[in-house]
């Protein structure tokens, strides 16, 4: 039971390195800014939520739109990126703290 928990933190803080740096390299949505804020693996490893911050909150549903639009693209690169042999799904999240 440890050895899984101990393999799917690292295998979250992978994919929240990697996502971070596709997401500053590649992903434009002029005007924002977006974080990944957590990535939580399913104990199968066949899921992986993935929650973004996005400031301004103004741009949250462009940013998601941007991103979602390219999940299956950003799955193929962190494969191939990993040594893993498969990669779990991508669910995206934005975390909605609204501004104040």
């Given at each position: 039971?440890?050895?899984?928990?101990?393999?799917?933190?690292?295998?979250?803080?992978?994919i929240e390195?990697?996502?971070?740096?596709i997401?500053?390299?590649?992903?434009?949505?002029?005007?924002?800014?977006?974080?990944?804020?957590?990535?939580?693996?399913?104990?199968?490893?066949?899921?992986?939520?993935?929650?973004?911050?996005?400031?301004?909150?103004?741009?949250?549903?462009?940013?998601?739109?941007?991103?979602?639009?390219?999940?299956?693209?950003?799955?193929?690169?962190?494969?191939?990126?990993?040594?893993?042999?498969?990669?779990?799904?991508?669910t995206?999240?934005?975390?909605?703290?609204?501004?104040?």
């Open positions: 039971m440890q050895k899984r928990l101990y393999r799917n933190l690292k295998i979250a803080s992978l390195h990697e996502l971070s740096l997401i500053a390299k590649e992903i434009e949505v002029p005007g924002a800014l977006i974080t990944v804020t957590d990535v939580a693996v399913s104990e199968n490893l066949d899921n992986t939520k993935i929650t973004l911050s996005v400031i301004p909150y103004a741009k949250e549903l462009e940013a998601f739109t941007a991103i979602e639009a390219r999940r299956k693209e950003i799955e193929y690169k962190i494969l191939k990126k990993s040594r893993l042999r498969i990669i779990p799904k991508f995206f999240i934005i975390d909605s703290h609204k501004e104040e």
